[in-house]
């Protein structure tokens, strides 16, 4: 499924930059570009619906602006670290891709509006706050819930039980990459935000999986963002002036005007299908051009319809217990002695390794340390390191040459040494012959 919002949201993309107007992949009669909510698909039979019923609950973490790459980082990393499956998916967001938008498109609802202060309603209903959006989910399904992800963290184990004992669907609301992007002062430490992000979620689905039994789990976001490393200059920006009538309101990506504004070198937007039939036109600006705005930074933004900014991630997870038929468990990618021989004759000498599983889903990377010992656990070589991280499924491609240095001295050919590999976990000890009469510094037989 996301390859087809992928595939749709690229296809418009590419007519955009070209000039042309689509709808569904046809021209469009009124000449405006139509951006469909989207979003509204995640409250469909597709996700939350499944999962929230007689005896499984849907728990759904909202990460503002989110972006799809670092959903991608996110899904990785949860294979790797949990014992569950994860399938990343996308959806398209709505336009205007910002906040108070993307959140209420997320609710269950039948209508989408704004009022005279550009506040968005589902259904009449404000959505602005927390307790707001809890109000809509209630009114969809009593057994439902909205909580912030810093009260869920701040509550005990006991608490968050009672939080949502009885419930079928579950919003968490995750703020920490828009909240530093949005402000002038930290917009450039978005990226360390979206670090800090996925450490936070992941924390958020251990709280779910150890303290709530959660199973059926959904991270997804309202939109996602642009960023720019090079200062802008005055022609990435436009202004004010570009608008001939009312502007009702204007972001750094998109602006809503009264349905008879017109504007030069902007993207008309069709918001007829999204609005409830309210009278609002839609703008936005092509490429990566900003609108100049007062208060706030200007290299991260959103609001505007690119392929950045439209594209939502979808992480559909779920949780297998030890005790479920397909439970697959973590390993770590395991590396085995591939060479034949367990005679050293020379004082450097060479082995090589092979890594027997490609990393993926379940396998993650290990790094082991390897070296030769005496019969008393002493070493008698230096010690070599392996990063066992390979994810080619040829075999060839997983093989490791290490070359090590034994320290100079004399060895009985008679003694079993030890080539030991070791993990934080696993250690093995393969039996070695060392016959060296005896060596010189260098490594030369004298």
């Known amino acids: 499924m996301h390859r087809y919002y992928i595939h749709c949201a690229v296809y418009a993309f590419y007519h955009l930059l070209s000039g042309q107007v689509v709808l569904d992949g046809s021209r469009y009669a009124g000449g405006d570009y139509c951006i469909f909510a989207a979003s509204s698909l995640f409250r469909s039979s597709n996700y939350v619906a499944p999962a929230a019923g007689k005896n499984t609950r849907a728990f759904v973490i909202i990460s503002d602006a989110l972006r799809y790459e670092v959903a991608a980082e996110l899904t990785e990393r949860i294979l790797h670290g949990t014992k569950g499956t994860a399938e990343l998916e996308s959806m398209q967001a709505i336009f205007p891709t910002v906040t108070k938008f993307g959140m209420a498109a997320l609710l269950p609802g039948r209508t989408l509006s704004v009022d005279e202060g550009m506040n968005v309603l589902v259904d009449g209903r404000p959505t602005r706050s927390t307790a707001e959006r809890n109000a809509i989910l209630t009114a969809a399904d009593p057994s439902s819930v909205a909580i912030q992800s810093k009260d869920l963290f701040a509550m005990k184990k006991e608490e968050r039980r ?23 002062s930290t917009e450039t430490k978005v990226f360390d935000a979206c670090e800090t992000a996925i450490q936070e979620i992941i924390s958020i689905l251990r709280i779910i999986i150890g303290d709530l039994s959660g199973t059926n789990i959904f991270v997804t976001a309202d939109h996602g963002f642009l960023y720019s ?37 902007l993207l008309p937007i069709c918001l007829a299908h999204e609005l409830d039939g309210a009278s609002i036109k839609g703008f936005a600006p092509q490429d990566t051009i900003r609108m100049k705005v007062q208060g706030g930074g200007e290299n991260y933004v959103h609001g505007g319809i690119s392929l950045q900014e439209l594209a939502v991630p979808v992480i559909a997870f779920k949780n297998i217990r030890a005790s479920y038929k397909n439970y697959v468990e973590v390993k770590n990618a395991e590396l085995k002695l591939l060479s034949e021989s367990r005679k050293v004759s020379n004082l450097i000498f060479s082995l090589e390794f092979h890594q027997r599983q490609p990393v993926g889903d379940k396998i993650q990377p290990c790094t082991y340390s390897i ?29 490791f040459r290490v070359r090590f240095n034994l320290k100079a001295g004399t060895y009985d050919k008679n003694k079993v040494y030890h080539l030991v590999i070791t993990n934080d976990i696993d250690r093995e000890e393969l039996e070695f012959h060392i016959d060296i009469a005896f060596a010189d510094d260098f490594g030369f037989d004298l």
């Open 371 to 399: 070296y030769m010992a005496d019969d008393t656990g002493a070493l008698v070589s230096d010690r070599q390191t392996v990063i066992a991280d390979k994810s080619s499924k040829n075999a060839a491609d997983r093989v």
């Open 229 to 265: 490393y090079r200062p802008l200059v005055e022609s990435d920006k436009l202004d004010r002036k570009a608008f001939s009538g009312e502007v009702l309101e204007l972001g750094r990506r998109y602006a809503l005007t009264a349905s008879d504004t017109e504007a030069e070198h």
């Open 162 to 184: 009672e939080l949502t004992v009885g419930k079928d669907v579950i919003y968490i609301y995750h703020n920490w990459i828009d909240a530093t992007g949005d402000k002038a």
